[in-house]
Nanobody, 117 residues
């Protein structure tokens, strides 16, 4: 099992930036894919971005491409989500998650991001 703890959420004006962090610990996770998801009130959970922990390959949801960047620090076992050009529709609880065999089985507790117009 992998433990994940998010931080860095908050309130920001439209057009601003935030960086989320996800501290990762637990079993060896070099073979994992780590991801960010978000869920707004009354909406389905949405995929935001993912990164292969070993190879650093990434992919993004269409709604954040070109604005968000996922990265990881393998020395300190932290994953980041740099969010630029934020929009009110980016308002949601953001979760980090870990997948070993294609299924995101381990999740953090979430961090709130609110973008004001």
């Amino acid at each position: 099992q992998v433990q994940l703890v998010e931080s860095g959420g908050g309130l920001v004006q439209a057009g601003g930036s935030l960086r989320l962090s996800c501290a990762v610990s637990g079993r060896t996770f070099s073979s994992y894919v780590m991801g960010w998801f978000r869920q707004a009130p009354g909406k389905e959970r949405e995929f935001v971005a993912a990164i292969n922990w070993s190879y650093s390959t990434t992919n993004y949801g269409d709604s954040v491409k070109g604005r968000f960047t996922i990265s990881r620090d393998t020395t300190n076992n932290v994953m980041y989500l740099q969010m630029n050009s934020l929009k009110p529709e980016d308002t949601a609880v953001y979760y980090c998650a870990a997948a070993q065999f294609g299924s995101y089985d381990d999740w953090g507790q979430g961090t709130q991001v609110t973008v004001s117009s």
